[in-house]
């Protein structure tokens, strides 16, 4: 069932509140999406330094959870880290975030074929349950409960390919290119349409069709990709050369 096109103008914006009332464990992570988002939205361009304090001004934090948050960020490609002068953003461009797109479509697609002919009847239902977690938040505009929802549907693919070889790949990558598939959701229009192209996907799934499954995940990855280039000038296609 298709969902109703929204103004493709329409932005949903990160969670943006300041650290009060998240456990104290999980402060590293919450800092981290707030850094990754600010660099896949441009908010912190290529070349900018990561300085501990004024991260954890900016975020509200001490300086313990920001210097464990620049470690994944560097641990998923998103900044660099050069001895005695810190942490900085990577100057990523287009064409790596195309190549990266375009390996993790193929591990996906390959997940989602081998989902089609092995998931087991829990796991099918789990699938259908992560979707419609999916479409509750993407009625409701939520963009954190719906990136929560779609996390939960691709490793649901993952895991029902029962191949632990292509899972432990597929996962390795999919850390890189994790920011950029959150953020592609700060935008409602894109959201909505990434609902409708995991319908496509969970639809070939449960039906055991491997071909379509297949192609509706490879489809769904470069769609994804299509979008990033929405976020920020650096992810678009470079210029031609004169």
């Known amino acids: 069932m298709s969902a109703a096109q929204p103004d493709s103008g329409a932005v949903l914006a990160p969670e943006v ?49 920001v210097r464990e948050a620049l470690k994944q960020l ?32 193929e591990l996906e697609s390959a ?20 979707h ?10 939520d963009m954190e409960v719906y990136d929560q929802a779609n996390l939960r549907l691709h490793q649901l693919v993952l895991d029902g390919a029962h191949n632990p070889y292509l899972i432990e790949a597929t996962r390795a990558l999919r850390s890189r290119v994790k920011p950029f598939r959150r953020g592609q959701f700060t935008r ?27 192609r509706e995940m490879r489809a769904h990855l470069q769609a994804a990709r299509q979008a990033t280039r929405l976020l920020a000038p650096q992810w678009r296609d470079p210029s031609p050369a004169a």
Not at 80 to 93: A, F, H
Not at 113 to 128: C, D, F, G, S
Request: glycine residues 6%.
């Open 188 to 214: 409602l229009d894109r959201l909505v349409q990434s609902y409708e192209e995991h319908s496509r996907v969970v639809e070939a799934i449960l039906a055991h069709d491997a071909l379509a499954a297949h």
């Open 17 to 65: 509140a300041g650290s009060a009332g998240v456990p104290r464990g999980r402060l590293a992570d919450h800092v981290f999406r707030r850094l990754a988002d600010d660099i896949v939205l441009g908010h912190l361009p290529p070349g900018q330094h990561l300085d501990e304090q004024a991260m954890a001004a900016r975020y509200q934090v001490s300086r313990t959870p």
């Open 132 to 141: 419609a977690q999916g479409r509750l938040a993407m009625q409701q505009h």
């Open 74 to 105: 560097v641990a998923t490609g998103l900044a660099d880290y050069r001895p005695n002068r810190g942490s900085m953003v990577r100057r990523l461009d287009a064409a790596e975030l195309d190549l990266m797109f375009e390996a993790i479509a």
């Open 111 to 130: 997940c989602a074929r081998h989902a089609a002919l092995r998931m087991t009847e829990p796991q099918r239902q789990a699938l259908v349950e992560a």
